[in-house]
């Protein structure tokens, strides 16, 4: 049974070990621990969660308790809540995330650049299982204003939004998705190096 002093003290090489063999009252402890407001104890419960996410269909029962975290004042808090939501989107075989994608989406105008990021990543994880999102999706990225985006962070944020249009356009593409990829790639916002690697993906 985990105690938050074995949070605490969790060896992250050994999450896949520790997530794996997690019971109902750990998973519990672990969401509680979330709200910590001392990163030596949340962050590795947000690291166990995850991964037992990805193979386990039991924290998806907490998804009402990620989604509360999207409007919280604090941004640790918004950014748990995506996180969570984007891992656990697997699991929903209802309408669930179709329910809630604007509450998702909103926080792609997050005060916080890096929270704007892990909304956009998020994404990655959500698309494969949510197929009929995609286009929704992708236009709400379209429609994000980079201006509005700190000069130093448009870069990321770009990289991420064309990282989930060219996976999007894996099972079909449109002319805005096509034109949106290519004024991106000519648009002097990402440099050289950058363009010539979606270009090999495209």
């Given amino acids: ?28 402890l672990l969401v509680s621990c979330l709200n910590e407001k001392d ?9 166990l969660l995850q991964h037992r996410s990805v193979d386990r269909d039991d924290v998806f029962s907490y998804w009402d308790h990620f989604t509360k975290k999207l409007p919280d004042a604090n941004s640790f ?24 994608l604007d509450d998702y989406l ?8 890096i929270t704007v990021r892990q909304c956009i990543q998020g994404l990655l994880q959500i698309v494969p299982f949510h197929q009929k999102l995609r286009l929704q999706i992708a236009d709400r990225l379209m429609e994000l204003d980079l201006k509005g985006i700190r000069e130093n962070m448009r870069k990321s944020v770009l ?23 290519a ?20």
């Fill in 39 to 47: 990163d030596k104890i949340r962050y590795p419960a947000l690291l």
């Fill in 159 to 181: 990289t991420d939004i064309l990282n989930v249009l060219i996976l999007i356009r894996q099972d079909g593409t449109t002319n805005s998705i096509e034109q949106y990829i």
């Fill in 183 to 202: 004024e991106a790639l000519t648009g002097g916002i990402l440099d050289r190096k950058t363009v010539q690697q979606f270009q090999h993906q495209l």
């Fill in 106 to 113: 909103y926080c792609l105008h997050d005060e916080k650049p």
């Fill in 1 to 28: 049974m985990l105690t938050v002093d074995k949070i605490r003290s969790v060896d992250k090489d050994k999450l896949d070990e520790i997530s794996s063999g997690l019971e109902s009252n750990d998973l519990s």
């Fill in 77 to 100: 808090q918004r950014s748990i809540g995506l996180m969570m939501i984007a891992v656990n989107a697997r699991w929903d075989h209802g309408d669930r995330m179709e329910n809630m």
